[in-house]
């Protein structure tokens, strides 16, 4: 349940209410508003009665929340959420564009890649190092090394670092490296690993899962708020249908769903999400059109090369021309680049 207190009530009759709420063993999340406190009160309790805390002090009403997903939905929070790391800002007026290749190949490569998407207005770099294959015998990353290299490009041309894990074992050595932790698509369900990000303080990206619904994704988002971390980025990376022509089904519906659903940010990833590099400059246009707070794009010096993905990964000129685009698209909507 919510509890919304009355403007300017004291903190010793938040306080009070905090405390029977913890008495009644509910945990306890406070927002602090210009004109009023609010609390949400997490936990499925029975025996509760909940006219009883209508009746305290300083309280001016008890709302009741249906939605499974207490913390990411927007009963609790009707602001929008900004997720700041490090300059950059998601979920604010600007449109975040995150590019770079699937995979680190190798030094040369990310630092040639870091320089063009930086230069065509990218804010932060994207490059894999722990890589889910389909196929065990497909390149897996370079691990650590990986990270190394991408950490080096991205702080020779003053740009953020993004890239998945995939275990909970790897959190130690991704938080030397990365800014963003990405969950990728096939662990959005891994619910150890959630519990464990929910420990951090830094952002995470989750991608919705190949199969899963939307209130599916807010309650992956849940998992990692419910420990403490209200960084969560969510994104639509696509989902399986019976559709072949594309890799997945690249739900741009859900982006204003998820919009009115939470108060998180919402990113798309049209790379993975079409599969095809024709493919990708129109939906992301309209993914920003329909709202997406930043992209998530593949860039590959070259693409015909690339160890992982290439054929769903731009050419830097073609990344470059897409960035002129979109900028069109953002100013139409109030929004920029």
């Known amino acids: ?10 903190e010793e009759r938040v306080q009070a209410v905090i405390e029977r ?23 499925s309790k029975n025996g509760v009665d ?29 602001e929008n959420s900004q997720i700041k790391a490090g300059g950059v800002v998601i979920g604010g007026p600007e449109v975040v564009l995150m590019a770079g290749p699937c995979s680190v190949e190798s030094r040369t490569q990310i630092k040639t890649i870091a320089k063009l998407v930086k230069e065509a207005g990218a804010k932060v770099l994207r490059g894999g190092a722990f890589k889910p294959r389909t196929s065990p015998y497909s390149f897996q990353g370079l691990g650590e090394e990986g990270l190394k290299y991408l950490r080096e490009a991205a702080d020779a041309f003053g740009l953020l670092t993004v890239s998945e894990i995939m275990d909970r074992m790897d959190i130690p050595i991704a938080i ?23 420990n951090l303080n830094k952002p995470i990206l989750l991608k919705r899962g190949m199969a899963a619904t939307i209130d599916e994704l807010l309650m992956a988002a849940e998992y990692v708020m419910s420990g403490g971390n209200r960084q969560v980025i969510l994104c639509e990376r696509g989902i399986r249908t019976f559709e072949n022509a594309t890799r997945n089904t690249l739900d741009i519906s859900a982006i204003p769903v998820v ?8 990113i798309a990833d049209p790379s993975h999400g079409t599969g095809l590099r024709d493919h990708v400059a129109p939906m992301a246009r309209a993914a920003v059109a329909a709202g997406a707070d ?19 990964s731009l050419y830097p000129e073609q990344f470059t021309g897409l960035v002129r685009e979109l900028r069109i698209v953002a100013e139409a909507i109030g929004r920029k680049i």
């Open 1 to 10: 349940m919510v509890i919304v207190m009355q403007p300017g009530a004291s």
């Open 21 to 43: 709420l913890v008495e009644k063993g509910f945990d306890v999340h406070r927002s602090t508003g210009v004109e009023r406190t609010v609390l949400g009160a997490i936990g």
């Open 50 to 78: 909940f006219r009883d805390f209508e009746l305290l002090e300083g309280v001016q009403e008890v709302i009741r929340i249906t939605e499974p997903y207490k913390l990411a939905g927007r009963t609790f929070q009707k």
């Open 176 to 198: 030397r490296y990365i800014d963003i932790i990405q969950i990728g698509a096939r662990n959005m369900q891994n619910f150890t690993l959630l519990r464990e990000l929910g």
């Open 259 to 266: 919009k009115k659903k939470s108060h998180l940010p919402i």
């Open 294 to 312: 930043g992209l998530l794009i593949e860039v590959h010096p070259e693409p015909d090369k690339a160890l992982s993905d290439g054929a769903q």
